[in-house]
């Protein structure tokens, strides 16, 4: 069975940085992605990585702030999130995509995954 396990979250002032991990068990071949969920609001994607960490896609939230990456010898896949805003603020989560890729392929909807992990709370203050 896989299972995600995300961490790194926290309290951050704003302009600081944080580092999220995701540790993934089983296979490391999946395309791998990172979404956040704030209250009352949907889980939207922020970056998105390849299996072979070869291709990656930034939505607007993250392009230029955040910085997505992959240590398959881990299984882990990382979200650097500087320049932290406190519209950042959410519960981050990584997820997992059991479909089919390239070296360089992601996904970017949110049906796309199949396993999800169960969050870690970013906090920004300003």
């Known amino acids: 069975q896989v299972q995600l396990v995300e961490s790194g979250g926290g309290l951050v002032q704003a302009g600081g940085s944080l580092r999220l991990s995701c540790v993934v068990s089983?296979?490391?071949?999946?395309?791998m992605g990172w979404f956040r969920q704030a209250p009352g609001k949907e889980r939207d994607l922020v970056a998105a990585?390849?299996?072979?960490?070869?291709?990656?896609y930034y939505t607007d939230a993250g392009k230029g702030r955040f910085t997505i990456s992959r240590d398959n010898a881990k299984n882990t896949v990382f979200l650097q999130m500087d320049s932290l805003k406190p519209e950042d603020t959410a519960v981050y989560y990584c997820?997992?995509?059991?479909?089919?890729?390239?070296?360089?392929?992601?996904?970017?909807?949110?049906?796309?995954?199949?396993?999800w992990g169960q969050g870690t709370q970013v906090t920004v203050s300003s």
């Open positions: 997820a997992a995509a059991k479909g089919p890729s390239s070296s360089s392929g992601y996904y970017t909807g949110r049906d796309a995954y199949d396993y």
């Open positions: 990585i390849s299996w072979s960490g070869g291709g990656t």
């Open positions: 089983g296979r490391t071949s999946y395309a």
